[in-house]
């Protein structure tokens, strides 16, 4: 028999669903139907493929009211932001469909006969995705890999896989056939591994933490495995005083708080031009206040719980003890609660200023020049996301080229957009997601030199 794990909803502790753990067997498995499946699905016609992953998003849209209500149960998610997910996975799975006869190789110039390349698929690819966007990030990795001809194994973080295991009945239910896409709910270290080890998985596409993706790397070196990895951030928000600061103010606290912090992309680290700090400290208590912390499934709610009693433990280890500038409200009682909180730290080589706490915990600190903005924003190991407020473009651009990160904003706190890149400088990453930069990291490219002697 294999082991179960209860799936527990973080908002009330209420267990809502009883999952089969898989184990290396059943990875090893789907691995080989996934291989047995290779051959056919990637001479399925380009337009067919296309056709089959419009279906699959048709099917994702048709049921985004379900998968919303999964996410949030699971996850603790606010419905608002789950039901903005669901929509995403539609999209990114209709972009991705429509890429599949985009990705063109090329003829080159040679002497004595004809050159051309070919976007191969990989073969297997194994999915390793985690648990604080769980079905967004899921398509972030399938749409492009089959999209390119690839047969997938994909391990959700155990905790919350339930609307990824909904998606994998969808996409058979859309007519991906059997053995192209399997879901495999287990344990990072039993089923995640194999995916490393396992000579017939040829990428292994990894969502997570820092410190798993440099498991995962060097664990791929063994057999010079293909690895992609979205890790952490610790990005910076600079706000200068040329800026509309009221703006910047109100939008700050949601680019740390949303999804209760636990966002890669959360701009954790608030740097504010000094004649500006104390009005933009209001600013940002101010709209604070406003966000509604409660029951996840309330479509006014703002902020939920954090995912786990572990997770909430993790949170207070930073928090602890520590004087906030600004505390929000947290419900009491039953539920992984932890509050807003604003901090101004002295010293900013403290773990908070320094960490990843994914966590709704803002550290927010005065600088004076832009020099010495974009060397705070610099002193990180992570490089992922981040904004820059200023009214002056030729500012803003300088800071933007200047900023070591992947997917910045100027007088905005989006990062996300399908059709754009997105992934990280440094320690948060390697390689991209989205767009079509992404299809290279799914597939091998070919060349072929044809003689005309
Ligand atoms: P995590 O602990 O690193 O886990 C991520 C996934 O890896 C889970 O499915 C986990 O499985 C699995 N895993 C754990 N150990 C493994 C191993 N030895 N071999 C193979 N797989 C293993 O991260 P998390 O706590 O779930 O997620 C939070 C982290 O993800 C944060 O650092 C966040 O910044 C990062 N993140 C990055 C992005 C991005 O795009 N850059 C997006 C979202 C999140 P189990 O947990 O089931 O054991
Ligand atoms: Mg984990």
Same mark, same amino acid.
């Given at each position: 028999?294999?082991?179960?794990?209860?799936?527990?909803?973080?908002?009330?502790?209420?267990?809502?669903?009883?999952?089969?753990?898989?184990?290396?067997?059943?990875?090893?498995?789907?691995?080989?139907?996934?291989?047995?499946?290779?051959?056919?699905?990637?001479?399925?016609?380009?337009?067919?493929?296309?056709?089959?992953?419009?279906?699959?998003?048709?099917?994702?849209?048709?049921?985004?009211?379900?998968?919303?209500?999964?996410?949030?149960?699971?996850?603790?998610?606010?419905?608002?932001?789950?039901?903005?997910?669901?929509?995403?996975?539609?999209?990114?799975?209709?972009?991705?469909?429509?890429?599949?006869?985009?990705?063109?190789?090329?003829?080159?110039?040679?002497?004595?006969?004809?050159?051309?390349?070919?976007?191969?698929?990989?073969?297997?690819?194994?999915?390793?995705?985690?648990?604080?966007?769980?079905?967004?990030?899921?398509?972030?990795?399938?749409?492009?890999?089959?999209?390119?001809?690839?047969?997938?194994?994909?391990?959700?973080?155990?905790?919350?896989?339930?609307?990824?295991?909904?998606?994998?009945?969808?996409?058979?239910?859309?007519?991906?056939?059997?053995?192209?896409?399997?879901?495999?709910?287990?344990?990072?270290?039993?089923?995640?591994?194999?995916?490393?080890?396992?000579?017939?998985?040829?990428?292994?596409?990894?969502?997570?933490?820092?410190?798993?993706?440099?498991?995962?790397?060097?664990?791929?070196?063994?057999?010079?495995?293909?690895?992609?990895?979205?890790?952490?951030?610790?990005?910076?928000?600079? &706000? #200068?005083?040329?800026?509309?600061?009221?703006?910047? !103010? /109100?939008? %700050?606290?949601?680019? =740390?708080? @949303?999804? $209760?912090?636990?966002?890669?992309?959360?701009?954790?680290?608030?740097?504010?031009?000094?004649? &500006? #700090?104390?009005?933009?400290?209001?600013?940002?208590? !101010? /709209?604070? %206040?406003?966000?509604? =912390?409660? @029951?996840? $499934?309330?479509?006014?709610?703002?902020?939920?719980?954090?995912?786990?009693?572990?997770?909430?433990?993790?949170?207070?280890?930073?928090?602890?003890?520590?004087? /906030?500038?600004?505390?929000?409200?947290?419900?009491?009682?039953?539920?992984?609660?932890?509050?807003?909180?604003?901090?101004?730290?002295?010293?900013?080589?403290?773990?908070?200023?320094?960490?990843?706490?994914?966590?709704?915990?803002?550290?927010?600190?005065?600088?004076?020049?832009?020099?010495?903005?974009?060397?705070?924003?610099?002193?990180?190991?992570?490089?992922?996301?981040?904004?820059?407020?200023?009214?002056?473009?030729?500012?803003?651009?300088?800071?933007?080229?200047?900023?070591?990160?992947?997917?910045?904003?100027?007088?905005?706190?989006?990062?996300?957009?399908?059709?754009?890149?997105?992934?990280?400088?440094?320690?948060?990453?390697?390689?991209?997601?989205?767009?079509?930069?992404?299809?290279?990291?799914?597939?091998?490219?070919?060349?072929?030199?044809?003689?005309?002697?």
């Amino acid at each position: 028999m294999p082991d179960t794990l209860q799936i527990v909803n973080p908002a009330n502790e209420t267990v809502i669903a009883s999952v089969a753990l898989a184990t290396v067997d059943h990875a090893d498995e789907a691995i080989a139907r996934a291989k047995e499946a290779g051959p056919a699905w990637r001479m399925v016609a380009p337009a067919d493929r296309a056709r089959l992953l419009r279906r699959f998003a048709e099917a994702v849209a048709a049921n985004a009211e379900e998968l919303a209500q999964l996410e949030t149960a699971n996850m603790g998610m606010p419905i608002g932001a789950s039901r903005w997910c669901a929509t995403g996975v539609a999209d990114v799975l209709h972009y991705f469909a429509g890429a599949i006869d985009k990705h063109t190789g090329s003829t080159i110039p040679v002497a004595g006969g004809i050159d051309m390349t070919f976007h191969e698929p990989l073969g297997v690819v194994g999915l390793i995705t985690p648990w604080n966007f769980p079905m967004y990030m899921a398509s972030w990795k399938l749409g492009p890999a089959l999209a390119t001809g690839n047969t997938v194994v994909i391990k959700p973080a155990e905790i919350t896989p339930l609307t990824t295991m909904r998606l994998g009945e969808l996409a058979l239910d859309a007519g991906i056939p059997e053995g192209v896409l399997s879901v495999l709910v287990g344990t990072g270290a039993e089923v995640g591994w194999r995916f490393v080890t396992h000579p017939d998985v040829r990428k292994v596409a990894f969502t997570g933490s820092t410190a798993v993706g440099k498991r995962i790397m060097s664990g791929c070196a063994d057999q010079v495995k293909r690895v992609t990895l979205e890790l952490g951030g610790k990005s910076a928000n600079i &706000v #200068f005083a040329d800026a509309d600061v009221d703006a910047a !103010a /109100a939008g %700050a606290p949601g680019a =740390v708080f @949303d999804n $209760t912090g636990q966002d890669c992309c959360a701009r954790s680290r608030v740097l504010v031009q000094r004649s &500006v #700090f104390d009005r933009f400290v209001e600013g940002f208590e !101010a /709209a604070a %206040a406003q966000l509604v =912390v409660g @029951d996840p $499934t309330d479509p006014a709610t703002a902020i939920g719980p954090l995912v786990t009693a572990a997770h909430l433990a993790k949170v207070r280890s930073y928090t602890d003890g520590v004087r /906030a500038t600004w505390t929000g409200e947290a419900p009491s009682g039953s539920g992984f609660w932890h509050p807003c909180m604003l901090l101004t730290p002295d010293d900013p080589s403290s773990a908070l200023w320094t960490d990843e706490v994914f966590g709704p915990v803002a550290t927010m600190i005065p600088f004076d020049t832009e020099e010495e903005a974009v060397a705070i924003a610099n002193d990180s190991v992570y490089g992922l996301s981040g904004s820059i407020w200023s009214r002056d473009i030729g500012r803003a651009l300088r800071v933007a080229r200047a900023v070591e990160g992947g997917a910045l904003s100027v007088n905005s706190n989006s990062s996300v957009r399908y059709a754009t890149p997105f992934g990280g400088f440094k320690q948060s990453g390697l390689g991209r997601e989205h767009s079509m930069h992404v299809l290279d990291h799914y597939t091998e490219l070919k060349n072929v030199f044809i003689s005309m002697t």
